[in-house]
């Protein structure tokens, strides 16, 4: 009897191990694929596309794809401003995001009801269609910066981040998050005499790692993969972000191991952000579905 | 000085009204329980006295001063919730000293204060853990350490043993009581064990759907109780209530009975009563005993809980009503046998049926 139950949790974890492992495998190879072809030239890159070498380092493997890439295009001027970009934007996103969900949650004054659902239904309008009247009002708005008060924000990074900062979904995510916080915990800091600032550094934000992971992350991958508006918004190179960048490699003769190299390389700060945050993202993901 | 006076205090959600007109003076030091059942409003109270609710109408003050419209910060109380609320990411030092910290109080001075209190709770060994590796009862240490640190003139504790376990849940108890002692600062204090309340208090609150049902000290409600409600909620096991009509009145005196009870003439302070007339008699079970002879209640019995030093019975009176008997000793009852009872008239408690 314990010998054919200890068979059967072998085999359910050998299946368990093997569908995992395929799952594994289907969202590996797109990535093993770009990075080996980013290593080969053109011509064995399309012969090996038909067959498994296509995810192996074999042939003739070597840098000239990442040389050609840097002299084609700007590339480190790309990753610098998509890094600042997306960095600044998530920072300041945290920090106004979950202030603005403290509020609607911890702070009772009168509307906040109404102005929750009205950011609530902001999630359900499609970026496409607000881009052109957004678009007319940056192109008119004053910024003071080193050159005294100037009108226009085009060409710049803060055209980039300032209308990202605050978004309907990241307030919602921190809403929801708040309202599973103990309320006592609140209420006995404020009996404490905490002022609200002082409850929104000391007791909520110390305890909102998860969904702070969760948020940057979310806003990072949003940030990060930025096409439309910065192709939009910058006509100069000196601002643009990498997914804006990539057309560079599309233009005239397109070189596939350039575009693979490209590739590999802007996507190595989004591992590195990810893996950074992976532990604390997993664990508000289970949280989350385990309190329901 | 803090005294706490609530003159007609409301409170109402739209069209909820959750307490309704309450008055209450708590003297300087007193020990104070607001107790009823679930929903009563008792915490909803207490939350007003701190702070965090609103009040809809009338008058609150604290000390001389009326603290209506003042943050709870503002109101020099301090507040012991049923779930501890102590904050799970610092340790039992910071969690103690957070008052302290928030109103800018000196490293020495904190070390100091939080010292102390740790001395009064027994918790020294304690400080530098987190909240998860405390027991319940630790944890519930923490709160109150946290509470006496800034030296509130009022305490407020709001449920605060009920998620203890029983043998935990009288050491706290009996140690929230010395704390009392020792600190000779006003505590109120919110329960629903009518034990906690009989035993803590200086004067108890019944409370009653929003409503102040009596006040006053708990030997004066246990053995005076202003209405049926009262009667019924304090005192294990619950009073009895028989349902009896008026034979006769006789200035203060009222003489009833019923089909299980023969004629007995109990007070009628609670009158006025007319003869004819249907009524309630109280009778506490500690107070009924087994008659030697013929007794007043005449029924047969029904269940024995033999205690070791209390034997409670329940008997089947001729009427087919229950009633419940404490005995103070060890007694084998067989199962359907007729049992005789008897009473002190002057233990019993007559009521007005409406009340």
Known sequence: ?292 | MARISLKDVKKSYGNAHVIKGVDIEVEDGEFCVFVGPSGCGKSTLLRMIAGLEDITSGQMTIGETVVNELPPAQRGVAMVFQSYAIFPHMTVRENVAFGLTIAGASKAEKDAKVAEAARILQMEHLLDRRPSQLSGGQRQRVAIGRAIVRKPQVFLFDEPLSNLDAALRMDMRMEIGKLHNQLGATMIYVTHDQVEAMTLADKIVVLKDGKVMQIGAPMELYHNPANLFVAGFLGAPSMNFIDVTVQAVNGNKALVSNAALDPVEVSAARGPFTVGEKAILGLRPQYVQVAEGAGRLHGTVALTERLGAETVVEVTLKDGKPLIAALSQDRVFPLGAAVDLDFDPATAHLFRPEV
Request: aromatic share 14%.
């Open chain 1, 1 to 292: 009897m314990a010998l054919i139950s200890a068979d059967n949790r072998g085999l359910r974890l050998a299946t368990r191990y093997a569908v995992l492992g395929l799952i594994a495998v289907i969202f590996v190879f797109p990535l093993v694929f770009m990075v080996m072809s980013s290593l080969k030239p053109d011509q064995q890159l399309l012969q090996d596309s038909g067959n498994l070498r296509a995810f192996l380092p074999v042939g003739d493997i070597s840098l000239n794809n990442y040389t050609a890439a840097f002299q084609r295009a700007p590339v480190a001027t790309f990753v610098f401003n998509s890094v600042l970009v997306t960095g600044v934007t998530v920072l300041l996103s945290l920090l106004i995001c979950s202030a603005a969900g403290f509020a609607f949650v911890f702070v009772n004054w009168k509307g906040r009801g109404v102005l929750l659902s009205i950011l609530l239904a902001t999630l359900i309008l499609p970026f496409e269609t607000i881009a052109i009247p957004m678009l007319l009002m940056v192109a008119h708005l004053p910024w003071i910066g080193t050159e005294g008060i100037t009108w226009g924000w085009l060409n710049s990074y803060h055209v980039q981040i300032i209308p990202f900062i605050a978004d309907g979904l990241t307030v919602f995510l921190f809403v929801q998050y708040f309202k599973d916080l103990p309320g006592e915990l609140i209420e006995a800091a404020r009996v404490e005499g905490a002022s609200w600032g002082q409850i929104y550094r000391r007791i909520v934000m110390p305890l909102s790692g998860p969904i702070l992971a969760t948020a940057a992350i979310l806003k990072f991958l949003v940030m990060y993969n930025q096409y439309l508006w910065p192709l939009m918004v910058t006509q100069e190179e000196g601002y643009r972000p990498v997914m804006v960048g990539l057309q560079y490699f599309f233009q005239l003769n397109v070189a596939w191991g350039e575009v693979m190299a490209y590739l590999s390389l802007i996507t190595v700060p989004v591992l590195a952000f990810y893996l950074y945050l992976q532990k604390a993202f997993i664990a508000s993901i289970a949280s989350t579905g385990v309190k329901g």
